[in-house]
């Protein structure tokens, strides 16, 4: 456990970082709604830059909570993203310990 | 970025911003524009406006929309929606043929039980459009169409028809300047590099 970790209130420690970054966050969110997308429908949807995109989704693809499947349209190709069963459990996960740190916080 | 993560209403979002691009407007209006004119000229020919912007839809979305806010597969809730206006439409168009039939036979049915089924019609299947596809626009355009096929039907005279060239004209207007607005805010956008796996 890194020193900033360590002073971080137990509830908010175990929260995904992965998930927990705003980008990450709308772009697992988009994903759980539907059934797939294209990096163009993302793009639009999240108001994310390309490269931002780009990045985000390889993260996400990297610790498996997206897959990507490339296909093709007559000659054109056409790459569709979809939240696996793994990114579901992350953001429902992330979901639920969100709402148990929050909980712990004095009313005012 | 805003971050909207209420998923109830990104999903929303996501399937209504298909209906930004003022397509579906443009064809409503067209074919009251077509039933308009139709009554006017009464010509075969005319009759094919009606048919003809069903194409527009089909085109415009391949060519027009889908290049410019990507492709994206709903799931199965969506689809049984689609599905429950297809069949509302389909009984419209069963329940019309059958008012035809009566028609053709030289029995015809009082024009107010005609009025009342073709009005009823109308607001059903938009009604239905509007409810499932989450569409409020829709609602107008039954109020709209059940409006004209009403007094075309019950009164006599060329001047009822140009109820429908009016209500064309707003919604064909209306669904203009969407698809305007639509091309301004989602330009296309070209040599997209796509992410590669390592």
Redesign the interface.
């Known amino acids: 456990m890194t020193k900033a970790n360590s002073e971080l209130p137990r509830p908010f420690i175990d929260i995904d970082r992965l998930v927990h970054e705003?980008?990450r966050?709308?772009i697992l969110?988009?994903l759980?709604?539907?059934?797939?997308?294209?990096?163009?429908?993302?793009?639009?949807?999240?108001?994310?830059t390309?490269g931002n995109l780009?990045s985000h989704?390889?993260k996400l693809?990297g610790a498996g909570y997206i897959e990507?499947e490339?296909q093709f349209k007559g000659k054109k190709?056409?790459?569709?993203l979809k939240i696996t069963e793994k990114g579901r459990s992350a953001l429902m996960d992330y979901r639920e310990k969100m709402k148990k740190a929050l909980n712990t916080l004095p009313e005012t | 970025m805003k971050i909207d993560t209420d998923l109830k209403q990104i999903e929303k979002k996501s399937w209504t911003v298909y209906f930004q691009d003022g397509l579906w407007d443009i064809y409503i209006g067209m074919l009251m524009l077509a039933i308009g004119i139709n009554t006017f000229v009464d010509s075969e020919w005319y009759s094919c406006l009606m048919i003809a912007p069903i194409f527009l839809i089909i085109l415009g979305k391949r060519f027009i929309t889908t290049p410019r806010l990507g492709r994206v597969r709903f799931g199965s809730e969506r689809q049984k929606k689609r599905i429950a206006v297809f069949i509302v439409i389909a009984l419209a168009v069963i329940c019309g043929i059958i008012l035809a039939g009566f028609s053709a036979t030289g029995d015809p049915l009082p024009k107010a039980a005609v009025a009342t089924v073709f009005g009823m019609s109308a607001i059903l299947v938009f009604g239905s459009m509007a409810y499932f596809l989450d569409c409020g626009r829709f609602y107008i355009y039954g109020a709209m169409m059940a409006t004209a096929l009403i007094l075309d039907i019950l009164i006599d005279g060329h001047l009822v028809s140009i109820s429908f060239l009016v209500f064309g004209a707003v919604a064909f207007i209306f669904g203009l300047a969407l698809l305007i607005r639509f091309l301004r805010k989602y330009p296309k956008v070209s040599n997209m590099q796509y992410i590669e796996k390592d």
């Open positions: 705003p980008a966050l709308i969110s988009h759980f709604v539907i059934e797939s997308a294209d990096f163009l429908f993302l793009m639009r949807q999240t108001g994310l390309w780009s989704l390889s693809e990507i490339k190709p056409n790459t569709m």
